[in-house]
């Protein structure tokens, strides 16, 4: 099977936010960056569908520069090749644009089955897989959790809500969106580090692939959110907090 | 104007979510420019019950093929529906089916969904949640066409109005589809195993998230879940990494909690969180980081260390037993 899976590289989830002039996107100088956790669990579908079937898999990945760092972890996890589609205004695109980016990437490598987590961790949008799915005019399904190869094509173990699951068999080529904690996420071992920088990453420029649209959604500006109720924060050495806690919550909430 | 409203169901009734969609619709234009919009195989139980809600309309999109869900059916539906139609706007719930389909049918029309909103302002704009709560990002509709929004849950109030107006005209759309456009094939839901944690139910709840960082310092959390008699439970990556069981995560993917008193440590609290447990009576928060979202919705704070935090909470609830 030939598995393409997008990742995205986002900011570290304990990485201090700090809002930009302008208010239209955060602060990125100094932030550290990180692989887009349930990308994350997308490519180990993957690389344990190569396991038991054969393959390739290969990572695409659309930001500037750095996501290079991104690319290179999914490459020593045991990825084969990367696509890094080259592009300095991800953030100015909305989800349509930057799906087109990657749809216009993916159709060259005509894959069995393209993966990709089911939202990042920054925007939290969610729709780039279903979009792509799409673009590319292959059907999908979402929030999947197991993929299992059957003659027809594949099963997929879909979450709903409220703790019910559900089986979709569908054809491929095909899209999916994972969900964290179907499996568990593999480290890289020294030797795929080692691997990694012999593997082979193909820059493309988003100018090349074609796909530039006026956006049909604008991000703003954003904005640090108003407070529903207003915290009591108890101060203090750790003891001393903890006893006033106690208190609070026995005579001031009556919880204890 | 004309604002299309999506309706959701659940065993033979609209969802809550839904109304709380309807909610949201409201802030776009008055109740007689909302269409209600049911979907389905059979839909006539469902409009009816949606007529009374005091829309302007009721759209019935009935087919064989649209029982049970899938992308293809609902896409190929309503995009005929809204090409005919061409509301200004189309306003869904933010659900999981929503999450499934919706982005796709936005691009079939050449437009951009605006997610998972929780607030709408002049404009308009629409707010939605970034970087995992910790940040509003405002967003607009640029161009023309057809403007696609999903709702919150919870953001809203559920309308509960019209029991006294007339019921709404209700008529039938049926679309043109084949079985041969539906390339997905759903099975029957089911669950993995029998529920055995009830925490709906609980008075008291400790919940861990990623603070905690590794197994082995789960026990620092039953030792204080214990000492308050409480139930442990966990936002979804402790239950991912299989440092608690499934069930007892709480959050959009698990279970729904309002208890007495729930601890929150070392929960950030994005969204599919908060949504599971918000409607608590008592909210602590003990995490590193004073700008973490969960301090949003907390009532007391304990800004600190967990590792010297927890021990502390611990000591100090058997003292006061004493």
Partial sequence: MKIIVAIKQVPDRDAPVRIAAGSKWIEERELQFAMNEPDAYALEEALELKEKHGGEVIVISAGPERVGTTIREALAKGADRAIHIVCEDLEARDALGVARLLAAAIKQENPDLVLTGLQSEDLGLGQTGVILAELLAMPHSTLILHVEKIDSGIKVKRELEEGWFQSIEMPLPAVLTMQSGGNKLRYATLMGIKRAKTKETRLVAAGDLGAGAASAVVLERIALPRKEKSTQILPGSPKDAAAALVEKLKTEARVL | ?322
């Fill in chain 2, 1 to 322: 104007m004309n604002i299309f409203l999506i309706l959701e169901e659940s065993g033979g009734h609209i969802k809550k979510s839904s109304w709380e969609a309807l909610g949201a619709a409201l802030k776009l234009a008055p109740a007689e420019s909302v269409t209600a919009v049911v979907l389905g195989a059979q839909t006539e139980a469902l409009a009816a019950e949606t007529a009374a809600k005091g829309v302007g309309k009721v759209v019935r999109v009935e087919h064989p093929l649209l029982a049970p869900y899938t992308p293809d059916g609902f896409i190929i539906s309503l995009e005929q529906l809204i090409r005919a139609e061409a509301p200004a706007y189309v306003v869904f719930p933010h659900t999981y089916q929503v999450r499934d389909y919706a982005p796709a049918l936005a691009c079939r029309m050449g437009q951009v969904l605006i997610g998972d909103v929780t607030g709408v302002d002049d404009g308009p704009l629409f707010t939605r949640q970034l970087m995992q709560g910790r940040l509003n990002g405002s967003y607009r509709h640029s161009g023309n066409g057809t403007c696609f929004v999903s709702v919150q849950a919870g953001a809203f109030r559920a309308v509960d109005s019209g029991a006294s107006a007339p019921p709404a005209e209700i008529t039938k759309f049926t679309p043109t589809l084949d079985a041969t456009q539906i390339r997905t094939h759903p099975g029957e839901p089911f669950r993995d195993s029998a529920q055995t944690v009830d925490l709906g139910s609980a008075q008291r709840i400790v919940s861990v998230g990623r603070g905690i960082k590794d197994a082995e310092h789960m026990g620092l959390m039953q030792d204080l879940a214990t000492a308050l008699g409480a139930e442990l439970a966990a936002s979804r990556p402790i239950c991912d990494n299989g440092w608690l069981p499934m069930e007892r995560q709480v959050g959009s993917s698990g279970q729904t909690v309002s208890p007495k008193l729930y601890l929150a440590v070392g929960i950030s609290g994005a969204i599919q969180h908060l949504v599971g447990m918000k409607g608590s009576q008592c909210i602590v928060a003990i995490n590193k980081d004073p700008d973490a979202p969960i301090f949003e919705v907390a009532d007391y704070g304990i800004v600190g260390d967990l590792f010297e935090a927890v021990p502390a909470l611990t000591e100090a609830v058997k003292a006061a037993k004493q």
